[in-house]
């Protein structure tokens, strides 16, 4: 059982990635739907440095994720269980960057809007919510397909430590299930932006758990095979 200076870096970096991504989101005063709307930059306006300042916390959040999956592949790629780890902490990554893109789209029109709407007619506000329809439809993709790949990413990894023991089998297992459910969700109910909601909460979650484990127990890692 591998518990050292390595793993406690590791450990610290899912929780911290944890209170950013879930305090960002749960402190924010206002929070965006699937597509922004006119509505959204009066209350924006309400509180927009806070508003500013928080979805910022929340971006970070998916960047310290990465780096967690970077730091756990960094030293859990020995023969035989790297088959996995690789692609799986792999998918997890490419998810969490295309998520944070995806938050960066809401955060910087979420503020833009709020002073090309400012003093404008309806019919004008129309208009420049009609010019931020078709990317806005585009990055609804990024947070679906987000999900998706770091579903894909979990269940390999999640496999990964269930067959090795590599944290205890009820984290594997939750690691499984949690992967499972957001590619069944989203492939299997398109476009129903509150469904998809637990699946973010269920996230920060099994962060915690993993920074937890990993500065409580450590991480067993089996002798390399020839």
């Known amino acids: 059982m591998k518990k050292d200076f390595e793993t406690k870096v590791i450990g610290w970096a899912f929780i911290v990635s944890a209170v950013l991504l879930w305090g960002g989101w749960f402190f924010s005063p206002h929070h965006l739907g699937e597509y922004i709307i006119a509505s959204d930059f009066d209350e924006i306006n309400q509180n927009l440095w806070t508003w500013i300042w928080l979805y910022r916390v929340h971006i970070f959040g998916w ?7 970077f730091a756990l ?5 020995k023969k035989p269980y790297r088959v996995l780890i690789y692609p799986g902490a792999g998918m997890i990554i490419v998810g969490t960057f295309t998520l944070a893109i995806a938050a960066a789209f809401y955060y910087t029109f979420g ?3 709020i002073g090309n709407t400012a003093g404008k007619s309806p019919e004008e506000t129309q208009q420049v919510m009609d010019g931020l329809l078709f990317t806005n439809h585009y990055v609804t993709c990024f947070v679906r397909f987000g999900r998706v790949f770091s579903g894909v ?3 390999i990894l999640g496999a990964a430590f269930v067959k090795w023991n590599i944290v205890n089998k009820g984290l594997g297992w939750l690691t499984i299930i949690m992967g499972f ?11 129903n932006y509150e469904i998809y909601k637990p699946i973010f909460h269920v996230k920060a979650l099994w962060l915690v758990l993993m920074g937890a484990t990993l500065l409580l127990k ?7 095979e020839d």
């Open 181 to 191: 459910a957001a590619m069944a969700i989203i492939m299997g109910i398109p476009d």
């Open 218 to 224: 450590g991480i067993n890692l089996p002798e390399e």
């Open 153 to 155: 990413g979990l269940m």
């Open 63 to 69: 960047v310290i994720m990465g780096i967690a999956m």
């Open 111 to 113: 503020a833009w809007g």
């Open 73 to 77: 592949t960094a030293i859990a790629t």
